[in-house]
């Protein structure tokens, strides 16, 4: 590139550009001045000329001078250094003769173009700078980048003694680990090989753990000179533009501030919400209560540690012409929200966040973390918002927690950390959720106590996603042993002991011991009404649960003439139109429809519609939710037909109202096209269920458990169409990335394995209809137990599929 910017007769200017892959290259150590090096100690020119821009013309001038007078250049008489370099200038245009001007490290082209030569046939300009701006005509803008994974891990080959090359990629290389721990930069690459090579008892390997420890200073595993030349150490050159922006900045200590902020996150990309959203502007920046007035403050208020000195105070847009000065000295790059909604986001080179850390002072670090720890929480994304958006924030915690252990378990767990875990979870992703708050509680206990609330309340979450990932026998056993600790700790009835036997009721009936789980409900609901009172809000909501699982045993009818007696309850205490009460409608209504009266179903759905749209209104969700019901009895009355109807105008109302990728909106979108193909347009189901997974994986991800359900809809559909070696080989796929996401016990995974070994005995294969039916019996006699209805079904599959192969 540079050979061919000098063709076309252009200066050459070597910079940064604005995004490496997955992390900003804004700093120095990528090797612009040992490339100028390189063609200035190569040059074949008559006159060649090294000088450097740093910290503005000074030394510009004066080099221009020394040669001025060397080449005796007219006009340059040595007493007056601006006078003589401009003396060079002109010498330099009106010269036959061949040069190379080097101007190393500018620091602000403004300054240095009035002394930037013109363009000559047989002279040219070569530049570095890590300032990001637009170049004048007659300059190519060439940027020098990090090195590739390739290049990097080559040149830790040739460097690090005893380190064993391997052919193609070695992700498994000690290599690979420390060019991705030091960001590819060149320079520090360098500082490591030289660790290395002055410490042969140090392995590669062990070197690589060393950088990546949680609060390890970079000046314990980086020499101070590397053997390539380098002078400064890293932290000085990572950080040397942060001199230049100090001078400029309108308030002191404000970029340092607002760096130590952002070099505590995720390097690949924070979000600028933390800079432009009031409330988290607000919480970086406001002063926070004194000690007096922390006295007569909540606990929740009290712990909010002082703003730092550098943010306490500062205006938004003293905040945004920070970020953009930060950004035209390549220390971060500042990306603003966009008009469009694009994410906003502050980048910034690992290595320079990393120098940041090393020199933040330690009375800034904790009061740091757990300010922009609260930020985060306050503009963290909605339940449904984009994955990539919800993927950013979890990363960005992740970061924070890991460079600022153990400032967010002090004096308590902040929040952002079960946010985190939830937010694995509500995407789908419910082992990574269970992973995450099995390591969070480990934590909680080591740094706060077993008994200590925040402890409990991790171990509670951590419980959940248990069996949300599949197991639900270890969600029970766990929920057990938290009822024990918790009724030792806290009391019998203390309200977070009985909202824990409630969860545990829950996961005895998704266990599939639904006898012990209303059991279980019957006595909460009892301790409810005995602590609290027969009409307290909990003690009704207690009865819900138990009437719902009793109708979930098989006992429908018993169902509904509880929830009737429910119904009058709520309507007695908080009135007929109180949501709570159409709700308590909604359910007994449903149960009327399982306890096989679906036209009763239909009738009163019609009525309890019209009774959402007075009491809220036609546009609300629970109105919506209504609609749905009516929609679905519709269908099972053996009107498809009139549920399509119901549905193609719900689906428009949810577009219209909650937006075309809100999750009620697909959900819709799905009860529609089952509805379709039971009306017998079976390619009209087809259509609209490959369209809702193409939607599905855009907006949830291709693992999510809806996108997967879908896909499970899809499949079915076609092989009713009588595609059935597609249903078959779709079912195989689904039943694999079931196992992988939700975990191979998990209820839905065998149900997809159901629906697999269905398929296969309808295309034919019976002994492998057999044969998977045989090995889920025994899967689910192992993990839910022999007298389990599903494994009782699995059972009675076999035999039935054992006959017909017979047959």
Known sequence: MIEAAREDGEDVVLAQPVESGRVLVGEGGVGKSQMAASYYLDSDADLAVWTTAKGGTEQLIADFAEAAARIGAPGANGEDDRDDAEALLEWLQATDRSWLLVIDDIQDLDQILEWWPSLHRRGWVLATTRQRKALGAGRTRIDVDVFTEAEARSYLHERIPGLPRHSGACDECPAASIATLLGKLPLALSHAAAYLDNNRDTTPAAYARMLAEPGRLLAETLPGDGSDGYAPAVHTTMLINLTAVEAQEARPGLARAVMDTVAQLDPNGSPAALWTDPTALGILTEPGPRWWQRLLLPRTVRDIPRAITGLRGASADQIRACLLLLDRYSLTTYQP???????????????????????????????????????????????????????????????????????????????????????????????????????????????????????????????????????????????????????????????????????????????????????????????????????????????????????????????????????????????????????????????????????????????LVEDYIRVLGPNHPDTFTARGSLGWWQGELDDPAGAVKVYTALVDDCARVLGVDHPDTLTTRGNLARRRGEAGDVAGAIEAFAALADDRTRILGPDHPDTLTTRGNLAGWRGKAGDVADAVEEFAALADDHARVLGPDHPVTFATRTYLAGWLGKAGDMSGAVEAFAALVDDRTRSQGPDHPDTLTTRANLAKQRGEAYE
């Open 337 to 607: 929200p966009g008009e469009k909604g694009e994410t906003g986001l502050v980048r910034i080179h690992a290595l320079t966040a990393r120098a940041i850390r090393d020199t933040t002072l330690e009375k800034q670090r904790h009061p740091l973390a757990r300010r922009t720890a609260q930020a985060l929480l306050a503009t963290w994304p909605d339940r449904g918002s984009d994955l990539p958006r919800q993927q950013m924030y979890r990363a960005n915690t992740t970061a924070l927690h890991e460079s600022t252990t153990p400032a967010l378990f002090h004096p308590d767990v902040h929040a952002v950390l079960f946010s985190a875990g939830t937010s694995f979870g509500e995407a789908g992703q419910t082992a990574a959720a269970r992973d995450h708050f099995l390591r969070l509680s480990d934590a909680t206990a080591q740094h706060l106590g077993r008994d200590h609330p925040d402890t409990l309340s991790t171990r509670t979450s951590l419980a959940r996603w248990r069996g949300e990932a599949g197991d639900a026998v270890g969600a029970v056993e766990a929920l057990a042993a938290l009822v024990d600790d918790l009724t030792r700790i806290l009391g019998p009835d203390h309200p977070d002991t009985l909202s824990t036997r409630n969860n545990l009721a829950s996961w005895l009936a998704d266990s599939g011991n639904t006898a012990d789980a209303v059991e279980a409900f019957a006595a909460l609901a009892d301790d409810y009404a005995r602590i609290l009172g027969p009409d307290h809000p909990d003690t009704l909501t207690a009865r819900v649960n138990l009437v719902g699982w009793r109708g979930e045993a098989g006992d429908a009818v018993g169902a509904v003439e509880e929830f009737a007696v429910l119904a009058d309850d709520y309507a007695r205490i908080l009135g007929p139109d109180h949501p709570d009460t159409l709700t308590t409608r909604s359910n007994l209504v449903w149960w009327r429809g399982e306890a096989e009266d679906p036209a009763g179903a239909v009738e009163a759905f019609a009525v």
